[in-house]
């Protein structure tokens, strides 16, 4: 069975921190993803991957950086987290093909205090 | 650019009635479509893709979406309702990128 694993369900951290989110896929895919979800704006793009080491900024970069290190594994760095980063966020992967869908992971709920 | 458009960000349905969700997408390449379902607290599952095959594409739980060029629109339906249903719907189109954009999505009540 296909699966994408978030490192944590539920984060609470303060204004400031440096927040990493965790992603791990375990399908070989080339593609993953970082979305953020907000009620009533669905999913926003943050940072796409094609690649190790390879990244591209998504519609809503301002405040994030990735790191693909391993073609299993893609981080989310929150380098100074704020309260406007609360959100849920949902990291995605799918293969190099056009008509193909995307696999989500659980998502991960982010309260920044 | 691509974007996506679902009209009605709450529908609510008796159960056993009919389910339709718009979705209008503007492209000006064929584009690829999708419908995802998401549970309370859970990522999304996809329900159904569009690939340029048949324009009538049947998905999971029932569901199926008809794919109208002309119209520029994905809409999505289910014949009869069931509890089960109550969830969000995200309607997405993705282009040559693979990237995928969505809409704002729809919450589907359904009354007993």
């Known amino acids: 069975d296909v699966k994408v694993t978030q490192s944590s369900r539920y984060l609470v951290k303060r204004t400031g921190e440096k927040v990493f989110l965790e992603c791990v896929q375990d399908?070989?895919?080339?593609?993953m993803f970082w979305y953020r979800q907000d009620p009533g704006l669905g999913l926003r793009l943050i940072y796409f991957s094609y690649d190790v080491k390879m990244k591209e900024k998504g519609d809503i970069p301002e405040g994030y950086s990735v790191s693909r290190e391993k073609k299993e594994r893609f981080s989310l760095i929150l380098e100074s987290a704020s309260t406007n980063q609360t959100s849920m966020y949902l990291c995605?992967?799918?293969?190099?093909?056009?008509?193909?869908?995307?696999?989500f992971g659980q998502g991960t709920r982010l309260t920044v205090v | 650019a691509q974007s996506v458009t679902q009209l009605g960000s709450h529908v609510s349905v008796s159960e056993g009635a009919l389910v339709l969700l718009r979705c209008n997408y503007s492209?000006?390449?064929?584009?690829?479509l999708f419908w995802y379902v998401q549970y309370p607290n859970q990522g999304l599952q996809l329900l159904l893709k569009y690939t340029s095959a048949a324009t009538l594409v049947k998905g999971i739980n029932g569901f199926e979406a008809e794919f109208k060029k002309s119209e520029t629109s994905f809409h999505l339906t289910k014949p009869s309702a069931h509890m089960s249903d109550a969830a969000e719907y995200f309607c997405a189109v993705s282009l040559n990128d693979y990237k995928l954009s969505f809409g704002a999505g729809t919450t589907v009540t359904v009354r007993a």
């Open positions: 995605a992967s799918s293969p190099f093909s056009r008509n193909t869908e995307a696999f």
């Open positions: 399908m070989d895919h080339e593609n």
């Open positions: 492209s000006s390449v064929p584009p690829y």
